[in-house]
Structures are given as structure tokens and as C-alpha cells.
């Protein structure tokens, strides 16, 4: 199991100094990843900043850690400029990147006080057609795409991304919806949520067998999993090892938005959990 460090794009975390000094922490304390929310507005009066910025601030810091959005709300975003920034930002990290990717949500109003589709039955349709573009895109061959919302006309884009066959894409989904773990079996992993925001280790279980009876290939997929931040070290990594053991091959940990700065890089620099006697 891998372990990453998982923070909102507002708060504390909006300042891209302090999400640099971060980056140095997470990699120094052991850490696989760092992951960073992609929201536009909150429901309170923090700051706020682009995810992408950040992430190439992490970049340039950093030699090791995989980084990207977990996640980002693909259908609020162009997919063609999706596309340049994740091939821009593989580049500038050595071919770190992995993209996490979810139809969004309107629990911060982002949707519907910008004027963004709020069905998400339209989202859905957007993602599918959004992550057949992105792929399409980063293959660096002339790409013509007609869907109901997005459309492209025989359009080339290079360089392609340093990694091969592609930038991995993980999809996010609430389960128990079948939906959106059949979207992910069709890529190259999953960041599920719980029925309430909590997902259990049964939970983790059922989602791997209903990924795997989904799956028509046999390539690596990963399942990655989110908890909030646990200062007792074996209380980490007893919850580290439950998960592993129902088929997580990630564990990202996250801190409240309203952290105090020193705090979160004290905890990161203490490093991931140990499990029988080292790393998961």
C-alpha cells in the first residue's frame, strides 16, 4: 500500500507558499503522494486558490512524490485545457501525475451559482465524453471527437505525456451507485466515498470485486481511499492495514481546512503509518 497526504485548495491550504513548504514535508517524511481538492467557491469566507498552480509550485519542489487533483470535477472544466495543463504538468514533475477525475457536486454552490449543469445525469454524459477527449488528446495523433456535448475537429496536441501508456486516471464515486465504479473499471483505478462520507473496509471489499467483474483487462488498477488525518500512529496503521487487507493499494490522510500551518507539517514530517513493523 501507498500512502499520500490529501488537502482542499482553500483554507490554510490556499497559500501556495505554505502548499510548497508542504510538498518539501510530504516527500521528506516518506510520503508516496500528495493529492489537493479542485474547488472554485466555498460555503464560508476562506481563500481559495487554483489547484493547478499549486500542484506545479509541488512540482518543482519536489523529485519523488506522485501529485495531482483528487479530485477534479471534469465536467466544469474544458477538457481540452484539462488536457494541456495535466501533459504540462507530467512534464514539469518527471511524470508524476495522476488525475483524478468525478462528475462534482453543488454542496458549495459552485454549480448552480456559476451557472454550471446541476443534473447529474448531464455530468455524467460530460465525464464520459470529457475522459474520451483527454485520452484522445494525449495520444498527440490528429483527433476528431462528435458527442452530444463536446466536439472537436481533427485537432493535434503535442507533447504527449511522459508517462505511457497515458496519465493514469482515477475516478471518484459514492458508493453503494454502481455507476460510477463501471465508469472507473474502464480506467486505471477508483477514489471511492462512503454511503455517509465514511467508507468502511467491507465497503472497500465490495467495491473491488464489483470493479474487477467490470474490468476487461488484467493492467494494474488502483483503489485509493481517503481518511481523515488519525494522530494515534497505531490506530493509523491498524485502519492502514484493514484497508490493505480489503484491497486498497492507496490510503490518502487529510487535515481540516482551518489547520494551523505548523501543525500539518509536524504531523506530515512524522511520515506514513507503519504496519507490522514497517510501511504497508
Given at each position: 500500500m501507498k500512502f499520500a497526504v490529501n488537502?482542499?485548495?482553500?483554507?490554510?491550504?490556499a497559500d501556495p507558499i505554505f502548499f510548497r513548504d508542504l510538498a518539501v514535508a510530504t516527500e521528506a517524511g516518506g510520503w508516496d503522494g500528495l493529492f489537493i481538492w479542485d474547488h472554485i467557491l466555498t460555503t464560508r469566507d476562506l481563500p481559495v486558490a487554483d489547484p493547478?498552480?499549486?500542484?506545479?509550485?509541488?512540482a518543482t519542489a519536489t523529485h519523488r512524490i506522485r501529485l495531482g487533483p483528487m479530485v477534479t470535477p471534469l465536467p466544469r472544466r474544458r477538457p481540452w485545457k484539462v488536457a494541456r495543463e495535466t501533459v504540462t504538468l507530467d512534464h514539469l514533475s518527471g511524470g508524476r501525475v495522476m488525475l483524478g477525475v468525478g462528475i462534482g457536486d453543488d454542496w458549495m454552490g459552485e454549480f448552480s451559482a456559476l451557472g454550471e449543469p446541476q443534473s447529474d445525469v448531464q455530468r455524467g454524459e460530460m465525464l464520459d465524453e470529457?475522459?474520451?477527449?483527454?485520452?484522445g488528446l494525449w495520444r498527440g495523433e490528429p483527433f476528431?471527437?462528435?458527442?452530444?456535448?463536446?466536439?472537436?475537429?481533427?485537432?493535434?496536441f503535442l507533447p504527449r505525456p511522459v508517462q505511457k501508456p497515458r496519465i493514469p486516471i482515477l475516478v471518484a464515486g459514492r458508493w453503494p451507485n454502481p455507476r460510477p465504479f463501471r465508469r472507473a473499471a474502464r480506467w486505471d483505478g477508483v477514489v471511492p466515498v462512503g454511503?455517509?462520507?465514511?467508507?468502511?473496509?467491507?465497503?472497500?471489499?465490495s467495491i473491488v470485486e464489483t470493479v474487477q467483474a467490470a474490468r476487461e483487462t488484467s493492467d494494474p488498477f488502483e483503489v485509493m481511499v481517503v481518511k481523515s488525518w488519525i494522530p494515534d500512529s497505531t490506530e493509523?496503521?491498524?485502519?492502514?492495514?484493514?484497508?490493505?487487507s480489503a484491497g486498497a493499494t492507496w490510503m490518502q490522510f487529510g487535515?481540516?481546512?482551518s489547520s494551523p500551518p505548523e501543525d500539518v507539517l509536524d504531523a506530515v514530517r512524522s511520515g506514513p503509518p507503519k504496519v507490522d513493523g514497517g510501511q504497508a
Open positions: 488537502v482542499p485548495n482553500f483554507g490554510t491550504f493547478w498552480i499549486l500542484l506545479a509550485a509541488a470529457g475522459l474520451t477527449v483527454l485520452d476528431s471527437f462528435n458527442g452530444k456535448h463536446y466536439k472537436l475537429r481533427d485537432v493535434q454511503r455517509v462520507g465514511i467508507l468502511t473496509p467491507d465497503d472497500c471489499r493509523k496503521g491498524r485502519a492502514a492495514a484493514e484497508f490493505a487535515f481540516p481546512q
